[in-house]
């Protein structure tokens, strides 16, 4: 056999022993699960819901590390840098493909991890501390606005995230005058809301309808095509009149580029499964999240589109860049 021939049948046969190896023995030591918020946000629900899955069925401890700060971007990066053997996953919200545009030098771009898959996504919904805001509609809320300028503060759970994003558009949509408080994660937003230091917010919703049902937030609107399962009574955007403000917030499951893709095509395959069995699904729909579980490919196109989309709205609304 030629040396050449002798080469190629060498390194496709090492390929497939590395495959097979990956898929194999993968993990053989416990699995550091990076979220770049902080505890108790809709990120960190999930990843937790998963992770706690991921130990049970792989035998091996996946666990948590919260890195908050910079809107998502420290914990990113962070995850970025991280050898691509797949210890090191990343869970992120959508703030992952907001922050290529709204920030001068975020410390990835897209290039620097391989999708796994969406594990889940939600709608933002605009809330209020009912004992500060008497308003009950998103119209009365725009009048009250406009007649105290400067008087309110909106949270939002981090710079970047796209209920800040949202926050945003909805200010400049109406011309309003209020601050932005931004907070390191979904949990300590919504808790500055309810002990009605900053009464307003829009938020990605899991956090906020266990306390919009106790009667502790009021649920003014919904920013999607379809009102959500957990808050029927609240009307859409759309349906209140108001156009151009639909946004969702993913929740994405990624590794840093490199990683075989044995593992990668593991990790998809068991969260994918996980997202869909009967008790997390129902501890997702009753956040107001939607299971999904896209494949790899499925997910890379959508993170591509959903760069395009921000970029759009950070442009249109005239967001200057963070950093820049």
């Given at each position: 056999m030629p040396t050449i021939v002798r080469l190629a049948a060498l390194a496709a046969a090492l390929a497939l022993s590395s495959t097979a190896y990956a898929q194999g023995t993968y993990p053989d030591r416990p699995v550091k699960v990076i979220v770049p918020f902080a505890p108790a946000g809709p990120t960190d629900v999930v990843a937790r819901l998963i992770t706690q899955k991921l130990s049970e069925n792989l035998k091996q401890q996946f666990y948590i590390e919260n890195q908050a700060g910079a809107g998502g971007n420290l914990g990113m990066g962070n995850a970025a840098k991280a050898a691509p053997d797949g210890y090191t996953i990343l869970i992120v919200s959508s703030s992952y493909t907001v922050n290529t545009s709204l920030y001068a030098k975020p410390p990835y771009t897209p290039d620097s991890f391989t999708p796994v898959t969406m594990a889940a996504t939600s709608p933002n919904g605009l809330f209020v501390n009912p004992d500060v805001i008497p308003s009950k509609t998103i119209k009365e809320l725009v009048e009250l606005l406009k007649a105290n300028p400067g008087k309110y503060t909106f949270a939002s759970p981090g710079i970047g995230t796209t209920p800040h994003l949202s926050s945003l558009l909805f200010k400049h949509t109406f011309g309003l005058d209020y601050g932005l408080a931004p907070f390191p994660g979904?949990?300590?937003?919504?808790?500055?809301?309810?002990?009605?230091?900053?009464?307003?917010?829009i938020q990605a919703i899991p956090?906020?309808?266990?306390?919009?049902?106790?009667?502790k937030l009021r649920a003014l609107g919904i920013t999607a095509k379809k009102r959500s399962a957990e808050l029927p009574d609240v009307p859409t955007f759309d349906e209140a009149g108001i156009k151009g403000q639909e946004a969702e917030t993913m929740q994405g499951v990624l590794v840093p580029a490199g990683t075989p893709k044995a593992i990668v095509d593991k990790l998809q395959a068991e969260i994918a499964r996980i997202v869909r069995l009967p008790d997390v699904s129902a501890k997702l729909v009753a956040l107001?999240?939607?299971p999904m579980g896209m494949s790899s490919?499925?997910?890379?196109?959508?993170?591509?589109?959903?760069?395009?989309?921000?970029?759009?709205?950070?442009?249109?609304?005239k967001i200057p860049q963070i950093g820049g």
């Open positions: 979904g949990g300590p937003s919504i808790q500055s809301v309810v002990a009605g230091h900053t009464p307003i917010c956090p906020a309808v266990p306390l919009a049902k106790a009667g107001g999240l939607d490919p499925e997910f890379a196109a959508y993170i591509k589109n959903d760069i395009a989309k921000w970029k759009k709205v950070i442009t249109n609304a």
